[in-house]
């Protein structure tokens, strides 16, 4: 009788303890990238359409025009920047936001929300805990997205701006972020060309294609060819560094060094990139 006991109780516990695990209706997703030097991601709930219709104003759309929505499915949707950025133009500092939305025909509201910790509970929004409040344009798709969908894309050549975009049925949104990270660089140089000399050539390029000081970018650039001498790629960006300081005779001699120097490494890159910077030398 006790060994029956026993058996029972483990099957008991066996069948409290096993889970059934089966895919969920609304999966969860994460996307993410870098923008410039800062982080950025973005973490929701993806419900499906399932042939219902999701926006608009009839009495069964998913997601009444005009009425505040989670932006996502169960809990919401989260955004982190790991840095203070811009969004829409309004600052907006480092740390986790929820994203909450008031969707429309043509133009949809859109909040970035504090207190992370109410997640998709709309009831409990204050408008207090707003760390942004803008519109933006909504846009009809061509093709129909079935899943919701959040991208971040569109970044630009200097990496200092992005836009997230919101995909779902036939609607997109987008709202764009801005980075300043010059501050971080300009701390990195000072930081680390105490360390390795090596750095003056990053250093220098960087104030070289920021409109930094040209004489600066001079001094280190020397030292990064006095480490280096036969580098033709640091030779390339002193003959930059001299053309843009007015020193045309000194950026055409470091040139044609820097061309030498790439045909013995059998480059044909930096050869063709010095053969065009020669051409604005002579």
């Known amino acids: 009788m006790k060994k ?9 516990f066996v069948a409290a303890e096993a889970q059934v695990v089966t895919p969920q209706p609304s ?15 973005i973490d929701y709930f993806r419900p499906r359409v399932k042939g219902r219709k ?4 009839d009495a ?14 169960n809990s919401g949707t989260k955004i982190i920047f790991g840095d203070d950025v811009k969004v829409e133009g309004i600052a907006v500092p480092k740390g986790e936001y929820l994203i909450f939305s008031w969707p429309g025909a043509t133009e949809w509201t859109i909040a970035l929300y504090k207190d992370v910790k109410i997640g ?4 409990a929004y204050d ?8 519109k933006v344009k909504a846009e009809k798709l ?17 990496s200092k701006s992005a836009k997230v975009q919101l995909a779902w049925e036939n609607t997109s949104v987008k709202f764009g972020i801005t980075v300043d990270y010059d501050a971080k660089v300009m701390k990195s140089i000072e930081a680390n060309t105490k360390v390795n000399p090596n750095n003056y050539f990053n250093a220098a390029v960087y104030y070289l294609e920021n409109g930094k000081d040209l004489k ?18 640091i030779l390339y960006q002193k003959a930059r560094i001299q053309k843009a300081n007015g020193d045309k005779a000194g950026a055409l001699a470091t040139s044609k060094a820097s061309w030498e120097e790439a045909k013995k490494a059998n480059n044909r890159d930096y050869m063709m990139m010095n053969e065009e910077l020669q051409k604005g030398l002579k």
């Open 4 to 12: 029956v006991l026993i058996l029972a109780l483990m099957v008991a």
């Open 27 to 41: 999966p969860a997703g994460s996307v993410s990238t870098v923008v410039g030097l800062t982080d950025v991601r």
């Open 54 to 57: 999701i926006f608009g104003t």
């Open 60 to 73: 069964s759309v998913v997601v009444p025009n005009g009425q505040i929505w989670r932006t996502g499915a």
């Open 120 to 123: 998709g509970n709309t009831g």
């Open 127 to 134: 408008k207090a805990q707003e760390a942004a409040n803008f």
């Open 142 to 158: 061509t093709e129909k997205v079935e899943v919701l969908t959040f991208n971040i894309g569109d970044i630009s050549d200097d």
């Open 216 to 233: 600066q970018a001079s001094e280190w650039i020397d030292k990064a060819v006095a480490a280096n001498p036969t580098a033709f790629w």
